[in-house]
């Protein structure tokens, strides 16, 4: 008998066409890199030809490549059919994305909610940035993303929104007039970022970051420790040891976007966004507000008006 095609290898072969090259396939498959390669050599050996060739730093099918991957995929669709007729179906994968302050401390509710829309599917979850999130989608490394809608051409479907908060330790001031007002805030590329320079800028103030984290708990962590002020969407209300500040203008809410990649079922992407859609309906409830002093009735020292430009 003469040499076999090996199904691990056609599946790393096609993920190759879907995601656009090695290192993709390899976060979408959850291996790596050079375990993608041996199963292209593999693959070549048994083909007798080359089936990928560089061009510069790009990475493109030879004609036997191009051939292999129609066959390929023939062959695979054959062989899951098959595998569901005989009642062995193959368990699918599914890699999801989310950023973590879009539930703040409601993440572990939100991801047993979009494991419940998945059922019968080997999830993955991958806490990130929303641009990060929203470019792994698009190249096809991630399956589905929950992201920020604040991320330019973002597309996907709205799936809800949540109250942005300006948030500082509890009695924590504005500094006097003349010294910069401290923000602690995500690295860039960011948009709320953005969003919370411009607004303050407007009513007169100096900004200066302060803090810059990468993520959640960086910017929580600043904050309660009273190294500035921070604007960010949260559910379930204030997160603890943290008080929201009334005193400067609200930023109504940020929309909340769940992207599928090209090619996905869009029957998962539906059940997901339902999904999502239920759960920020019920945890987007307003807590109650305290009233709302001037800040010269809490903080005696001299500073800008807040809430009023100069």
């Not at 076999?4 to 790393?12: E, S």
């Not at 900004?207 to 309660?224: F, M, S, Y």
Request: charge should be positive; include cysteine; proline fraction near 6%.
């Amino acid at each position: 008998m003469g040499a076999l095609l090996d199904l691990v290898q056609l599946r790393t072969f096609v993920a190759i066409a879907e995601c656009g090259g090695f290192g993709r396939a390899a976060s979408a498959l959850r291996t790596s890199q050079p375990t993608v390669s041996q199963h292209v050599r593999s693959l070549e050996r048994v083909i007798g030809r080359p089936l990928v060739e560089r061009t510069g730093r790009a990475t493109r099918f030879t004609a036997a490549g191009e051939v292999l991957l129609v066959e390929a995929r023939r062959l695979l669709a054959a062989h899951d059919e098959a595998m569901g007729r005989l009642g062995a179906e193959r368990v699918s994968s599914l890699t999801v994305g989310a950023i973590e302050h879009a539930a703040a401390h409601a993440l572990p509710d939100l991801l047993t909610a979009l494991l419940s829309a998945l059922p019968g599917y080997d999830v993955v979850f991958r806490l990130d940035r929303s641009t990060i999130l929203a470019e792994e989608t698009r190249r096809g490394t991630l399956d589905l993303a929950l992201i920020l809608g604040a991320v330019a051409n973002a597309g996907g479907r709205e799936v809800g929104s949540l109250p942005l908060r300006w948030l500082a330790a509890p009695g924590w001031c504005p500094p006097p007039r003349g010294r910069p007002l401290p923000l602690v805030a995500f690295q860039e590329p960011c948009g709320l970022r953005g969003q919370a320079v411009r607004t303050l800028e407007g009513l007169g103030w100096n900004v200066r970051i302060a803090t810059e984290a990468t993520n959640l708990d960086g910017i929580l962590t600043a904050a309660r420790a009273r190294l500035g002020i921070a604007l960010l969407p949260t559910a379930y209300g204030v997160p603890p040891g943290l008080e929201e500040l009334y005193q400067f203008p609200q930023q109504g809410t940020v929309g909340l976007r769940l992207l599928g990649r090209q090619g996905l079922n869009p029957a998962i992407e539906a059940s997901a966004a339902e999904t999502l859609r239920k759960f920020f309906a019920s945890v987007t409830r307003s807590p109650t507000r305290v009233a709302e002093l001037p800040v010269a009735d809490v903080c005696r020292h001299d500073h800008l008006p807040i809430g009023h430009s100069n």
